[in-house]
């Protein structure tokens, strides 16, 4: 065992010496509507205060704080309305001595006022006004550029452009930003065993579906171009990897069959290319390949479905993040659960093991769908995410409270 | 101060109230390549089994197990090699006594076999193989339906189609899904103090900005339709609703002013619609508002940004889900971190703090970034998550370990 040991590599390793060969993508300008889920490229400094103009924050009465001082409930001080504004509203007004404007939330401060009475704390009289508390200046008012200041860095370049940064972004009134391209990336099965979805399956052929996962994982991170199935032969291989080395990417899904393992790895360095990465400390995920030909950066994902999800999670998800220039990492849920059955691990391999959370009086648990078999696709259906088992563990017991990553976006608890 | 409160309805009680008003969407057909993300609409049970076929799980030689009884390496039995298959070979065999056929991991169980010697366990000597264990029947293979039984239901109709369905639904070679339709969702934007996108802001202008986010977090959910901006009269209000209400619901955004709260229940009353819901006890997000129109629901958020995200979070986003027929809640990404300063919370109210969290040594620690003010878009840029407060609690300490409820996709902690 210890042979096939050594040449295993960390997937934090694999990705730090990956790292050189990771081309960062261009950026292109959109309209600010069609930006939302890609990563901002460029910072964002805002172009005007938000709010922009003082702001009342409250219904009640736009007033100089001073005319204000020593009113009561006891001892009213009464101005004058001059007038009244709504949001939206285009009156200009400049308040004078013992005046007022009577004013809605969100409406602009006129001029001359300092303060807003709010509507509880007064008592109209015709066209005066009784002031039944003083305020000090700026009460009520949210100031011009409190919220955002004019000029100050807002969003930073990386930034995943989510609902609340396009709420900012739109409120600065910014109509286009630069975010990175999507990296174009080739996808190309191998393997005679497999078909086209629809195809008549005849003995011994399945469906090349790890495409149809990978394809869904990348939604929104690339602009998948899926190159078809290469035969196990090398010019097979080469005819399509050769197709795709104007993309950015090429992520290669190996067949399952372990005879022919080394295919690609051969391919690539039959084309000049050079092989960074060959087999991760990962299981399932081991047979991943980091590679690269030319100035293209090429994947190999496992042929085993589990495998490759979790290869593809692990591995090609930060690689495209790096050519995205996302800041950060993603953010999977997890969840704290009590496992309800003992995960066995081997020492020196990160283990991802699924398991399927359920409630049992209010708590959560974990319960372990299979422990092997990187094959089996009803497990990944079954299970609602992984228990990541670190190298430096040997297994968790029943009853242990274990952390879950989880890969669905709806539950059912 | 309760007799705004009798008003107030807790999230979920509204929501049931409103259930019987949510339609449920029409379903439709689409190819599998494009229902990532969508619906599943039917229960879905396998057409075939997985694998299809017995498989050989590693390397070696088919054998009949019965062939190998008393193998070992002091002892090897000999077989005849009589041909070799390769996954996606179309080869027939049909093994006689004391015969074996080489096999790669993958490849289809010839007829005759009944287990696999793996590699390791054999010594080929020329059309010859030494056996040097025996193997019970079965050993090494991969049962034709092991994986997944035809006939069997592998998903439900409500089932989210993430990677991991498609990967399932390709493998069974599903070339086509019934999905729930995407709804048609009006936006209706109401305040004369907004402007569109791009504008020249006048003084007391604002951006529609909170059509901006809704649309990005519906992304996926639903098909926008944006309506424009209704000033704050009736009649302008009115003819949006009118326009919307062959769609499958209808969301209004409020301005900012209080003075007009009334308007969009009150419109909805005059078109002989109903108020089911006015006032949440959600602390930002109170003023929302559930109503229905002839057959149509309306949801009518808050106008102030941040009151307007957390109604859409916990209102709309329920709302669109049971109209998708989703089994399960959506998961968000939470984690426990040590809260920096206290928060001050009303009881009876169920409070979203936004906080932005960090690493100390190693820790998570959170910081609420802004205990009110509904406004501040800043807070929802700087902030990560919610902390939220339930009814029932008044507040947290400083130190205090509580839960986040992240609504970044990626962060750099």
Redesign the interface.
């Known amino acids: 065992m210890s042979r096939i040991f050594k040449s295993l590599t960390s997937v934090e390793n694999a990705l730090e010496r990956f790292s050189s060969y990771i081309p960062s993508m261009e950026s292109e300008e959109l309209p ?2 069609d930006a ?2 890609r990563i901002l490229r460029e910072d964002i400094y805002s172009p ?1 205060d ?4 003082h702001r009342a924050a ?2 009640g009465y736009a007033v100089r704080s001073v005319d204000t001082f020593g009113a009561s409930r006891n001892n009213p001080i009464t101005l004058k309305v001059i007038g009244v ?6 009156e ?1 007004y400049d308040l004078g001595e013992m005046e007022a404007v009577e004013i ?5 401060l006129p001029s001359g006022a300092d303060a807003i009475v709010p509507l509880e704390y007064s008592r109209r009289v015709g066209e005066f006004v009784e002031i039944l508390k003083q305020v000090s200046p700026g009460a009520n008012v ?1 100031r011009k550029g409190s ?2 200041e004019k000029g100050k860095l ?2 930073e370049s990386g930034t ?14 910014i ?1 286009h930003v630069r975010v990175a391209k999507l990296p174009k990336a080739s996808v190309i099965s191998t ?4 078909v086209e ?3 008549e ?17 990348l ?1 929104g991170l690339a602009e998948v171009r899926y190159r078809g199935i290469a035969r ?1 032969d090398e010019s097979s291989l080469k005819s399509l990897i050769s197709e795709s080395l104007e993309d950015d990417l090429i992520i290669t899904l190996a ?6 393992k080394d295919l690609v790895p051969k391919v690539v360095e039959d084309m000049g290319g050079r092989v960074i990465v060959h087999g991760l400390s990962i299981m399932p995920g081991k047979p991943t390949l980091l590679a690269v030909i030319g100035k293209t950066p090429l994947i190999g994902l496992p ?1 085993m ?1 589990v495998s490759a ?1 979790v290869s ?1 999670i692990e591995v090609l998800i930060p690689v495209i ?1 790096k050519m995205l220039g ?11 659960a009590k496992l309800l059955r003992r995960i066995a691990s081997r020492p020196g391999v990160r283990h991802y093991v699924r398991v399927k959370l359920s409630k049992d009086n209010g708590e959560i648990v974990a319960t372990p769908i299979r422990i092997s078999g990187s ?4 497990s ?2 079954k299970a609602d995410g992984f228990v990541i088992v670190p190298e430096d563990v040997e297994g968790y017991e029943e009853g242990q409270e274990v952390q879950v990553l ?8």
């Open positions: 600010l509507k939302s889920g005007m938000i709010p922009p103009f409250f219904d504004i709504r949001p939206g509203d285009q200009q809605a939330t969100g409406a602009y949210d919220d955002i807002v969003l995943y452009l989510g609902p609340f940064e396009l709420l900012l972004l739109s409120s600065l009134n109509t393997g005679n065993e497999l979805l629809g195809s399956l005849r003995m011994g052929q399945i469906v090349n579906s790890n495409a149809y996962m990978v394809s869904s994982l939604q196990d067949g399952t069959s372990v005879g022919k042929g479905p999800s593809a993040a996302i800041k950060g990492k993603i953010v999977w849920p997890e969840v704290r094959g089996i696709i009803s990944l259906i989880i890969y669905k976006r709806w539950l059912d608890l």
